[in-house]
Every structure is written in C-alpha cells, then in structure tokens.
C-alpha cells in the first residue's frame, strides 16, 4: 500500500482506494443495504465483498480501467463500448429487483423544481434551461420496468480490453427505465452512443436517450452545487444541445 486515494467525498458518502481495496463509507446504512443485495443479483460481473462493517463496506478493486473519464477523452474501444451495451441488456433481461424508481410523472415533478431553481438562482441562462426541459419531454412517457443499475456511468464500468470486468456503485438499483441506463452511460462521451446501441442489440429510441441526457443534467446540476462540487462540466453539456 503506497497512498489512500479519496475516490470520492461529500457529505453523503466517501470513498477510499487503499491499495487494492476499496472502502465506502455511507451515512444512510439502507443505501449500502441496497448496494450488496443487487450486487448479487445482477447478471454482470460485480467487486467481490471483502467485508462489512456499517458504516463500511470493504470492496475488492477490480481489474482494467474505468470506461471513461469525465471531461476527459476515452481511452477505451469502440468494441469495449459495445461489450458496455451488451451489459446494460444483460441487467435488463434479469428479472426485476424490489426497489421501485421513480415513475415518469415523479421524474417531472422533480425536472420542474429543478428548472425553476437553475432559473431563480441564475445558475443556467433561462434559454437554455427552456430548450433542455423541453427536449426532456420526449423521456417522460411510461416505460416497462427493468433491472436498472440507476447510476451507470461511464466511470462506474470497468474494461480489460474489450471485456467488461465489472460494475461498481449499485446503491441506486431499481426497477426503472432501460433507456435512462443506457443515457447515463453514453451522457459525457455522447459520441459512443452508436457503439453502446449495437453492444445492445436491440432496436432503442434515440430521441429517448437524448431527451434523459437533458433530463439528467437539468436535475445533477443542483446536487452538485449543494455537494460542493463544480457544475460546470454539466452547464456546458446544457450550453451544447440545440
């Protein structure tokens, strides 16, 4: 062990990279509960438990590297992108976990709140806000339920190769829709869509995952600030999409 490495820290969570481990440490116990049950449920490779001692839940690190990086170009292939999608479908095809997500109308509840606190605090120009919300619209139809990871970030799946070696961060798994998966994924490197699409292997709506992009940023933008990070990164996707 040369260093601890803070993976990530705000007032809800930490988490530490000690050598080959990593540990998180959560302040609302029912969300580490959630993390290990669909861990073991999910069709897709996921760290091995080492222990777990709440607040802590000790994870083995897994092998390769992260898809991507935020802000960053990726490294990875076109063909590790697909084996990406062909995750995601595995997840989706699994039969469903208990948590339920949130439906398409508490989606829009939230986007409207949000809308107006990006507006009212001057944090996003009402122009783009406007042209955001409404590309959103298209994401907020029924759906059928799946077997959602609920945070697929690039940064949250790891590749050898072209292999996907495994998931990490289920703490948001919950029944929900395929697509919003499948735009958290491609959300950040958007020019990987075609690939994951095909990894997929099946016929999606485009405009949908297009429409969560805006969805998702609209809504990530207030967390940030309020967890001291910088939105930045988000306001200029925003800025981006005409």
């Not at 709440?54 to 490294?75: D, F, I, K, W, Y």
């Not at 398409?104 to 042209?131: K, Q």
């Not at 029924?142 to 790891?158: C, E, I, N, R, S």
């Not at 309020?226 to 996707?237: K, L, R, T, Y």
Request: hydrophobic share 50%; with cysteine; proline share 6%.
């Amino acid at each position: 062990m040369d260093e601890v490495q803070i993976v990530v820290a705000h007032q809800e969570r930490v988490a530490l990279r000690v050598g080959d481990m990593f540990l998180k440490i959560d302040a609302d116990r029912t969300r580490t509960d959630v993390e290990v049950e669909p861990m073991a449920m999910a069709p897709v490779p996921t760290p091995e438990i080492l222990w777990r001692k709440p607040p802590v839940l000790a994870l083995a690190a897994l092998p390769g590297t992260a898809l991507g990086r935020l802000g960053e170009p990726s490294t990875a292939s076109s063909a590790a992108w697909a084996a990406a999608g062909a995750a995601a479908r595995r997840l989706h095809n699994a039969p469903l976990p208990p948590w339920l997500g949130w439906s398409f109308n508490e989606f829009a509840s939230h986007l409207d709140g949000e809308c107006e606190w990006l507006v009212a605090n001057d944090i996003v120009p009402t122009d783009v806000v406007t042209r955001n919300r409404r590309v959103a619209e298209a994401a907020l139809r029924p759906w059928k339920p799946v077997f959602t990871h609920g945070d697929l970030q690039f940064a949250h799946v790891f590749v050898d190769g072209d292999a996907v070696t495994g998931v990490v961060d289920w703490s948001d798994a919950c029944q929900g829709d395929a697509l919003f998966d499948l735009a958290v994924l491609t959300l950040g490197h958007e020019e990987h869509l075609g690939d994951v699409v095909a990894g997929y292997g099946t016929d999606v709506d485009v405009d949908v995952i297009r429409a969560w992009w805006s969805l998702r940023s609209l809504l990530a933008v207030r967390w940030l600030v309020e967890h001291g990070f910088d939105p930045s990164h988000e306001v200029a996707m925003l800025r981006s999409r005409q």
